[in-house]
């Protein structure tokens, strides 16, 4: 009896291992590095230094749920499409492993975790809380609807700064709202690219996006100026923040890890998307994050 209920206890252990694995790969866990570093950033600058811990603790736990409920609703709403899509079918796996009504449910409690964090913050972030609540709910029906819909997640992750900033300092100033134009073109401009793997399903399936709409060429155009208009943005704001030499090397790395993903989708085409626009943009928000955080350090 011991012995069966020895191995029904590890049976047990390995669905629940499994079941968190699908899920973790369901909601893409690894990306949260996108955006986190930039909402830390919001809320360095706004410290003038490592914050404090409450604040940051909160506020990590803001953007991980956010995020969290986020990658919920978009798979949960893009089912039928991810079902269709050769590339994206695999989604569907991960959710059966965990089951419709608890991906739901997952997303459910992360909202409220989110609201409560930004409660937790202050009366600014709890009263502004609803705002990316929305934008994640609506963002995986625009795909039906308009091609614009990547530049809507460019202000989902965009805002991460200014979320950082207002936990720390209930004010506008101009150094967030930089970061959150630059954060902006940057997302918008490589998921414009990364869009281009699905122009042919997209246009099969009557989905809009920018591709679909203006065509392979123009995409890359207006995403290599999108990323341009980025790193002249973080200029500007490293000499509005008066940083010295070591955001400045940051920037000239990550113009190097930008120039490269725009090299790789030109030479390589769809083949090298997954190395030039998810890797490389994980080193891109880190250098970035790292740089400024030893500048107000200082």
């Not at 409660?119 to 308009?146: D, G």
């Not at 990547?150 to 936990?167: D, E, K, N, S, T």
Request: glycine fraction near 6%.
């Amino acid at each position: 009896m011991k012995s069966r209920n020895l191995w029904a206890n590890v049976g047990g252990s390995m669905v629940l291992i499994d079941s968190l694995r699908s899920f973790f790969k369901l909601i893409k866990f690894e990306h949260s590095l996108f955006a986190l570093p930039f909402a830390y950033l919001g809320l360095f600058i706004a410290e003038d230094g490592f914050p404090d811990l409450r604040i940051f603790f909160w506020v990590t736990i803001a953007m991980v749920s956010l995020r969290t409920s986020a990658m919920c609703f978009n798979r949960l709403i893009d089912e039928k499409i991810d079902y269709e899509n050769p590339r994206t079918k695999d989604r569907l796996k991960w959710i059966a492993a965990i089951s419709k009504g608890k991906v739901f449910q997952i997303a459910i409690v992360c909202i409220a975790i989110f609201i409560f964090s930004a409660f937790q913050l202050n009366t600014i972030c709890f009263f502004l809380s609803p705002l990316p609540v929305f934008l994640i709910w609506i963002y995986p029906y625009l795909k039906r609807i308009t091609w614009s819909s990547h530049f809507v997640l460019g202000i989902i992750l965009g805002i991460a700064p200014m979320g950082g900033w207002l936990a720390s300092r209930p004010e506008w100033s101009l150094e967030p709202v930089l970061l959150v134009l630059a954060v902006w073109m940057w997302v918008s401009g490589f998921d414009l690219i990364y869009a281009l793997q699905d122009v042919e399903f997209d246009r099969a399936h009557e989905l809009k996006s920018f591709p679909v709409r203006f065509g392979i060429d123009k995409t890359i155009w207006f995403a290599r100026n999108l990323h341009i208009g980025t790193l002249l943005i973080l200029v500007i704001f490293g000499i509005v923040s008066f940083f010295g030499i070591w955001y400045w090397i940051g920037m000239s790395t990550i113009s190097v890890l930008i120039a490269r993903e725009h090299y790789l989708v030109k030479k390589f085409g769809l083949l090298k998307i997954n190395e030039a626009f998810f890797n490389m943009n994980v080193f891109v928000s880190v250098i970035i994050f790292f740089a400024t955080m030893i500048e107000v350090m200082r």
